[in-house]
Each structure stands twice: as C-alpha cells, then as structure tokens.
C-alpha cells in the first residue's frame, strides 16, 4: 500500500448534502475495521441519503479478500442494517467491489450467476502477477514506452468491461499508483489518448464509469479517473457515471466526494447511473456542487 497523504487537520474534507456515496468498505473488508453502522451514522450526520456498501471480493487464493467473509454474512449484516437505519434519514444499498482479471474470469461469472447483490462494480487492482508489484514496478517501466507500460492495466480494464457483469468499473486509472514516483500526473496528462480504447469498451459495454475520490488522497492527488478524462468520456458518447469515495476508514467516509460531483458537473453531467437491485436509476447531480474549488477541468 503506498502511503496516504496526511489528512489536514481542522479541514473537513468529507463532502455533505450529495445524494449518493456508492463505494464504501466495511469492517467485511480484509481492509477496513469499520462496523456498518458508523457509515450510516456519518450519512445521517452529513446529510447523504443514500449509500452503498461494497466489501470486497477477490477470486486468487492470494489476494486479501478471498473467501475472507460469505456472502451469506454480508448479506445479512448489509440488510439487516438497511432495515435498522430505514427511515433514520440513510438507505443502505447491498453491493460489492468484485476484483476482475482474465486469469479468473469464470470464477467471477461464478459467483455473479450465484449471488445477488444491488450493485456490483468491478475493479481491476494490483494481481499477484502483475509487473505493476511494488517489487517489480521499477524494472518493468525501465525501457518501456508509457503505451507498453499501462497496456497490462487497460487490458484488463478492458476485458471487464467487455463482460458486460459489471454494474460499474470502479477507479479506472489506479494504476497511476502503483506507478508512483516512477511515473507522475504529469507524464501520464500529456497522454490521456492511451485511456481511450477502455473508454470506449466502457461506454460500449453500457456500463457505469465510477469517479472514484479515493485518488485524492493518495500522492497525485486527483480522482480515479481524472478531470480531464471524466471529460472525455462524455466527449466520445458516455453517458453513464457514478460517484464512490471507496473509504476504508470512518474519516474517509466521502472523502472529497465534491470534488467527484464537481467533475462530474463541469463534464456536463446532470444524472448519476445507479443500480438499485431489479432497478437502474438515474439520480439529479446537485445543480450547487462547488465546481469553483476543481482545478483542473479540462486539457
Ligand atoms: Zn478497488
Ligand atoms: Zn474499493
């Protein structure tokens, strides 16, 4: 895990008043000691009506989340919690954050012909093989063009949205982390044209483009994906998009998710694309979100 940025004390960097935060870890997370209920009481308190938890789940033996809890626990501890805070100002979505590769492919059709959720986005993060291990990443970039770097990454990328499983793909660009330090925001700006095969497989495969506001807190300091590509994503015809501030802690709980807004917005956007259950529904971006405080909108 590359090292969070300080949080500034005395700010407080968790959005309110925004009608949805759709990716949230609990303590049914192999990383997030969070019990339900605090998330709930933070939406209350911030005035955010809907949210969706999204424990993960992972198919590699050696990944953290794999079989770390069953579906049939997570279950009832989602919706016995929805059933608790139902009319106390919060509704609580039944999700997950399913980590895709090709290697495991069938098992994630698997487990999605087998297990009802509300919500799925699927994500691709660091899998055991990939030359993005902090352990490898050096000597995998040294004589690689940017292209041959991120083509292991948008593969994927590409291959889980071509599934058509996924209600969303979650924090497309992570990998601009696991590039950290050796390839910067800046580098990968002057190529934003290499995200663009997986923006169209994205918007061809109908699903959801998650902006993802963890990024802000991590070196680089911009949503997963950027303005910039929020931006081009609407450009070439997508139409879909949803917020998630993929909090892992109590204190990241919406974390920046203004600023998700706030892109959103400034790309033109009026609707998020949500799934609730049997339902997909599109859900009013806030006309106010404070676009004045995004700093950089386009290229
Ligand atoms: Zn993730
Ligand atoms: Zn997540």
Redesign the pocket.
Known sequence: MTANLPEQPGIDQQARNVPLDAHLHTDQSPDSSVPIDLYAAEAVERGIPEIAITDHVDFDPRDPAYRYTRYEDRERTVRDAAERWAGRGVTIRFGA?LTYNRLWDADVRDHLAKHRYDYVIG?V?DWPESPYWESRVRSFIAGRTLEEILEPYYTEIIAAARTGLFDTI??LD?VRRYLYPYITTADLAKREDLQEPALQAIIESGAVLEVNSSGLRYPGNETYPSAAVVARYRELGGERVVVGS?AHSRGSFAARLDRSYAHIAAAGFEALTFRRGEQRVRIGVPRDTPISTVDALHT
Do not use: P
Request: proline fraction near 0%.
């Open positions: 954050e994500s993060h979650g924090h992570v993929d």
